[in-house]
């Protein structure tokens, strides 16, 4: 999948229930917003608020219970909801995470990290393939923040991720916070990962705060974004093509317009680092 035929939105937000009231009396200019799927799968009050957001603005859809590398099969009743929310908003593409998350009769609510071997490529590929076909839009798949490995991995983290998608021939939503926070934690240098990353196949970029420990670097999203990961979306984001950019604000609220405002750095990091 080559990410040219998709459209280039701009800059988006993280829509968050705890803004709603300040979008809606202000109708920021805001290029896009990004879902959380599962906030809306059900109806109701909150699907009523979305209705008002389709009214004015695109929306993306953002998954985070597909759980695609879990050993339990994949969730048909959970897809088909998915779909039929797909239908409704007319997301150009929809996303999860290169993660587990639940076992038969356990859902863990976190994204955790998988085995980064050959047969654990095939097994994801396989699946994300299906899901694709299902939804019947691109499928792009997210890089999650790591902070340990498997004594089973054979690849780097880039590696796994490249061929992943490749092997599914998926789209990349490619979070440029969680690969500075890996390379911190790993020990490694960003610019070796994206490098090794087929980038025509990113669909979106994701932006988020983070919180240094000193000893362990933890993607919080609470905070803003760091002058490191900025830079690094300086570099990356025109090798993408132009792929739309967004951020995410989850923990530690500020105000909506604060919040567009950092985002808004983006459009400067994109007219004056683009040479």
């Not at 809606?24 to 879902?35: A, G, N, R, S, Y």
């Not at 997210?142 to 789209?171: K, L, R």
């Not at 990961?229 to 025109?238: H, T």
Request: some cysteine.
């Amino acid at each position: 999948m080559n990410n040219q035929a998709l459209p280039r939105l701009g800059v988006g937000v993280g829509l968050r229930p705890v803004h709603l009231d300040e979008i809606f009396k202000t109708l920021p200019p805001v290029d896009w917003f990004e879902i959380i799927s599962e906030n809306y799968l059900e109806g109701g009050a909150a699907f009523a608020n979305l209705e008002r957001i389709l009214e004015r603005y695109p929306v993306v859809m953002h998954c985070v219970t597909m759980s695609i590398g879990a050993a339990a099969p994949l969730d048909w009743d959970y897809l088909n909801k998915v779909k039929a929310l797909l239908r409704k908003t007319k997301s150009p593409w929809i996303s999860d995470h290169l993660c587990w998350g639940k076992l038969p009769g356990a859902h863990f609510h976190d994204l955790l990290p998988l085995p980064r071997t050959p047969d654990v490529v095939r097994y994801v590929a396989e699946r994300a393939r299906i899901i694709q076909d299902f939804l019947e839009v691109p499928f792009a798949l997210e890089n999650v923040s790591c902070y340990a490995g498997f004594p089973e991995d054979t690849m780097t983290e880039w590696d796994f991720y490249a061929n992943v998608a490749e092997s599914a021939d998926i789209g990349l939503m490619l979070d440029i916070n969680n690969v500075y926070v890996s390379s911190k934690n790993g020990h490694f240098d960003p610019h070796t990962y994206f490098n090794r990353l087929p980038l025509e196949r990113v669909v979106q970029i994701h932006l988020a705060g983070h919180r240094d420990e000193g000893h362990i670097v933890i993607d919080s999203h609470d905070r803003p974004v760091a002058d490191p990961v900025w830079q690094l979306y300086a570099e990356v984001w025109p090798k993408t093509g132009g792929a739309s950019t967004l951020l995410e604000w989850d923990e530690q609220y500020v105000s909506f317009e604060d919040t567009w405002k950092e985002a808004l750095q983006a459009k400067e990091f994109q007219r004056t680092h683009v040479h």
